[in-house]
């Protein structure tokens, strides 16, 4: 082994030993406990620590005022909003035989909802999560009713009304001042929370959600409370409501420091109150100077360091799990305000430009299909010269980069991300299938093509760098070790084109099926509504329990019932079955030019001319 690869797997290691000790949440460290020693994945461990701790209220520390104040106050821009090009294709007339078949793959998804909901309402109301094995509850974010919030806008957009009506009088009355948890995870809180309440009042134009929103955003805005005003982004909550000090973190997930704009920007815009752009605005503006100025310039590490300000000094960079929704969030919020922060769209291409050079690589497939993924890049250095190295994986979170680049390339008109945007939406359709479940895992490696334009499959190629990828090594009898790939292949139950799955887990994820829904209502593609389809029957068929949808551990086993993780996280109410609702909904319904979604799938309404 070089020197320069022994350097890198002993930072590996112990920056996955680090990693899992210091991070565990909801999908910026599902991928933990693997990541860096051959992928990722998580412990089930929530993200909110001290389960026992007796409930603490943060209401005087609310009427206080900021122990750090801001000196200058940034203002919400001004003036008319920015033409933006179109992102929604033209959809022509709908024959009646697929307005038959569309409307009744939607009554499923709505079935598979409604089923899930009303085991939630009978038996975990107001709590985080329901329990879909046994009908236990659980409270995993907060104990502020996670799924109830997460699901407003789905049942608005269901059609729902009745229960949605329910559901708005009960979240009514959840006080965001007070939980027996000790630390709070900040980026969930925004996504599911914030995001789900200004959604729900941008469909309903419910008065009652938006002073929701409003609660939500006071107490979050208490996390920036620091001499630097960069958030706490795992806030001791009792810490905060003793009125001890706080200051960032030196070591912070760069999707929960970057994935703040969507939410806190929208709620500045609807209550005219600018602190919270101006807490966001700090944070983009200090990435956005040191953008090119980073150990791959261009993209941010994985890990930053928010007490120093520093955002370029570690070695992992991907758009994949712990960093992805910065990403995500960067054209998306260039929509947003209508082209009026054009700070969003300048970091957008930029990112794109090193991410297309770096991250993204065709796997070598049996069906030679052109498709393409993202994988983590390692930076190192030999004789004073940057060398970079790919680790070559799939990751189910890393799906959502088709919709973002075709979702991008649009704002921006850029032909070429759109494109890569649809191979790597295909990239993960490809996964789905090739799984004897029709469901992806959570991660797997592959090996990388030679070329992107020119890639035949090579079986015994394939075979040897299964048994270099399950730390045999190769030797000087090649018959041999094609044997031992037969049994590892056979052991593992390697699909052909897999190198491994490290983590075979399926945890009722959206990302897949939101690029099949982005990239089919960006580019109208006849053949995505079958694959979407597809892959809702699988996952409904394996995934269903007596009261709901569970997660599953082992999504490689053939024959019989796949083994259960007993969790339904409150993204699958709030995402996954959503983005299934819309893919077989008119394509009004949650206009791309007029909705931009957060990571969590809660529409925004677009700021439009």
Known sequence: MPPLARRWGAALLIACVTCFILFTSHRNLELARLKFSSSSSSADVGPDLDRDSPPVSIRDRLQKPPQYPVTKMRQL???????????????????????????????????????CWNSYRTKAWMSDELEPVNGGRKDTFGGWGATLVDSLDTLWIMGLKDQFHEAVAAAANISFETTSRAEINVFETNIRYLGGFLAAYDL???????????EVGEVLYLAFDTPNRMPQTRWNFHDASRGERQVAHDAVLLAEIGSFSLEFIRLSMLTGDPKWFDAVQNIMEALQKQQQKTRLPGLWPVV??????????????????????LYEYLPKTHALVGGLLPMYADMYKAAMDTAIRYNLFRPMLPDQEDILMTGMVLVGSESGKRVTQLR?????????????????????????????????????????????????????HVLPCDSTD???????????????????????????????????????????GFLSIPDARYILRPEAIESVFLLYRITGRRDLPDSAWAMFQAIDSNTRTELANSALLDVTVKGGKPPMSHSMESFWLGETLKYFYLMFSEPDLINLDEYVFNTEAHPFKRLVL
């Open 77 to 115: 821009p001004t003036g008319p909003p920015s033409r933006l090009p179109t992102v929604q294709t033209t959809f022509g007339p709908e024959s009646d035989n697929d307005r038959k078949v569309r409307l009744e793959r939607q009554a499923a998804v709505k079935d598979a909802f409604l089923r």
């Open 392 to 444: 070559p994986e799939g990751q189910h979170l890393a799906c959502f980069t088709g919709g973002m680049l075709a979702l991008g390339g649009k704002l921006v008109q850029n032909d070429t991300h759109v494109r890569k945007g649809e191979q790597l939406m295909d990239g993960c359709v490809w996964a789905y299938k090739s799984m004897p479940l029709g469901i992806m895992p959570e991660i797997f």
């Open 454 to 496: 020119h890639c035949p499959w090579d079986e015994e190629k394939w075979k040897l760098a299964v048994v270099e990828e399950a730390g045999w090594g190769l030797s000087e009898n090649k018959e041999n070790d094609l044997h031992k790939a037969n049994r590892v292949i056979n052991h593992k139950r390697l699909p052909k």
């Open 204 to 214: 309903s134009g419910d008065t009652r959600l938006l002073q929701k929103a409003k």
């Open 304 to 325: 930053v360091d928010a007490r120093r300000q520093d955002f370029g000094r570690h070695n992992r960079y991907t758009l994949g799990a712990m960093a992805d929704s």
